[in-house]
Nanobody, 126 residues
Framework: VQLQAFGGGLVQTGGSLRLSCAAS????????MGWFRQAPEKERECVVA????????YYADSVKGRFTISRDSAKNTVTLQMNSLKPEDTAVYYC????????????????????WGQGTLVTVSS
């Protein structure tokens, strides 16, 4: 499966952005998905993760109450709505997916996600 992320940009503190991730290719299989980010000189971290059915979601403490993930399986897209953005949210954001073989869980480890989008830059100015 191929992933393409888009929607990043420059926004002021307190503003909002919406990131989208479109999946193509072998989308008939079951995939859990997530959004990761990597800030300059920091390790990549999981921001949000959702299971295949979209009924179970993980949010990093730093984004709880501000970010919301939604999934449209019919359109093979995952959207990350980011509100009340802060300068510390500045990073390159990546969408990622992993094949779900058993069960229906979210996964927030990078190693679990075999497929990655190209990344989109989000810059929050103070």
């Amino acid at each position: 499966v191929q992933l393409q992320a888009f929607g990043g940009g420059l926004v002021q503190t307190g503003g909002s952005l919406r990131l989208s991730c479109a999946a193509s290719g072998r989308t008939s299989s079951r995939y859990f998905m997530g959004w990761f980010r990597q800030a300059p000189e920091k390790e990549r971290e999981c921001v949000v993760a959702t299971n295949w059915s979209g009924g179970s979601t993980y949010y990093a403490d730093s984004v709880k109450g501000r970010f919301t993930i939604s999934r449209d399986s019919a359109k093979n897209t995952v959207t990350l709505q980011m509100n009340s953005l802060k300068p510390e949210d500045t990073a390159v954001y990546y969408c990622a997916a992993g094949r779900e073989y058993y069960g229906d869980s979210y996964h927030y480890s990078q190693d679990s996600h075999a497929y990655w989008g190209q990344g989109t830059l989000v810059t929050v100015s103070s």
